[in-house]
């Protein structure tokens, strides 16, 4: 059998042949060079607007590379033809296996990007020989033909969240859809401002805007703004994960001060890596964690109160309805306000401030569980972090898109992936 044969079971061209397949002689790494040629008689098709044309001349021969085989790098080598077209003028023909003035064949390309959604960019450039930039390229590729194919119809639930990346304060906003039958990323913003939220509904579109019936979000001010503005009919839900976040950062804060404020007062050590112990859900401690914990909660100090009022706080999500939920959120707030502790009074606060937001997460029968946007966060987390590679905004931008956006892929990628 020849390697022909094989290729035209995977990639078979209407109006094109292979030819030859050669070794390459003197290359570092092992080459296979197979020759293209335009089947007899066929006419040359104008790359500008589609149509069969005549031949004008033939450029010279470019090389395109194929997907990699048996530890050989694979090139396609053709002269294109250039077609005289009455409505485009002199112009280079269209070929079926590669797209616009790219160097890398269409094959190649989603084979990469597919590797890239399971191993890391760097990896996939080591595995396959090839530079970052060439996988770099294919993912932009790939996100791009699926960012134009994507199904944006029947979009009912969205959750927004921001995540930090890079050093110091630089967020980015994400969008995601968090409908029980479809869950993936839609959008992808810089910063967490006014602009950035109403950027996303630009794109989004007023009509698709107007079907929203759930957002669940954070209680960021210019989030909760522009959400009002711009979708008043969507039931605003502020979401578990959020909240929860809310009130261990508060108890991160408390027991930062208290420990410090120990120290300097000369007593025993008894905070220090106390973090996780305050921050865990009691169900995931180990053993020797809550033999810690159940001595640190004999001291009376604000970190133990506010650990408390943190465990009592989880009660809320218990409730069925909206009103005993309510009264449950007013007295928690009271009690966290005579607690004296300052972070958690900042928390108390806000809380008392978006109470109806709050209670929106009743109303809206509990649909959105916390998972989903908490589960979304870790991954763009871990996504943004694997690439330190990433350091402009567009590679994070890609790659996010790319772990996260549950793009389409066209139908023929399958036969090489
Ligand atoms: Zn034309």
């Known amino acids: 059998m020849q390697i022909k044969t094989i290729l035209n079971r995977v990639q078979k061209f209407k109006s094109f042949v292979y030819g030859a397949v050669k070794l390459v002689e003197g290359t570092s790494v092992p080459t296979l060079e197979v020759e293209l040629q335009p089947r007899l008689n066929s006419r040359p098709i104008c790359s500008g607007c589609g149509h069969k044309r005549s031949g004008y001349d033939r450029s010279p021969e470019r090389s395109f590379e194929f997907i990699p085989m048996w530890g050989h790098k694979v090139f396609f080598r053709y002269a294109p033809r250039r077609v005289d077209c009455p409505s485009c003028g002199v112009r280079v023909e269209r070929m079926p296996w590669v797209s616009g003035k ?38 932009d590729r790939a996100v791009s033909w699926g960012r134009e194919h994507q199904d944006l119809s029947d979009v009912e639930a ?13 967020y980015l906003t994400l969008v995601y859809q968090i409908d029980s039958n479809c869950k993936r990323l839609l959008w992808i913003g810089k910063k967490r401002k006014v602009k950035t939220l109403l950027g996303f509904f630009r794109w989004f579109g007023q009509q698709r805007t ?22 008043g009919q969507a039931i605003h839900i502020l979401d578990r994960f959020h909240i929860m976040t ?4 508060a108890i991160d804060e408390v027991r930062a001060g208290e420990a410090k404020e120990l120290k300097e007062k000369g007593y025993e050590p008894v905070l220090t890596r106390s973090r996780w112990l305050l921050l865990k859900r009691p169900e995931n401690l180990t053993e020797n964690q809550e033999t810690r914990l159940s001595e640190l909660l004999q001291y009376n100090l604000r970190s133990i109160r506010s650990y408390l009022l943190k ?44 109470r109806p937001l709050l209670l929106n997460w009743f109303r809206a029968k509990k649909r959105f569980s916390s998972g ?11 996504t943004t972090r694997k ?29 090489f992936f």
């Open 102 to 139: 790219h160097r890398l064949t269409e094959a190649y390309v989603w084979f990469l990007s597919g590797w890239a959604k399971r191993l890391s960019w760097k990896e996939v450039a080591e595995a396959f020989r090839t530079t970052w930039d060439h996988v770099f390229c294919s993912v």
């Open 246 to 249: 809310h009130l261990s950062k």
């Open 387 to 415: 690439a330190y590679g990433f350091r402009t905004y567009k590679a994070a931008e890609i790659a996010l898109y790319h772990a996260l956006g549950a793009l389409p892929v066209p139908i023929t990628t399958h036969e």
């Open 372 to 382: 989903i946007v908490e589960g979304f966060n870790t991954k763009a987390k871990l």
């Open 210 to 231: 107007k079907e929203l019936r759930y957002i669940c979000s954070d209680m960021w001010k210019p989030y909760l703004k522009v959400i009002k503005k711009k979708a």
């Open 311 to 354: 465990e009592e706080f989880q009660l809320f999500w218990q409730y069925v309805s909206p009103y005993w939920a309510g009264k449950f959120l007013d007295k928690w707030c009271t009690k966290t306000m005579r607690s004296k502790i300052e972070p958690m009074k900042k928390v108390a606060k806000m809380l008392r401030r978006h």
């Open 158 to 170: 969205i959750g927004i969240d921001e995540i930090q990346w890079q050093r110091g304060h630089r």
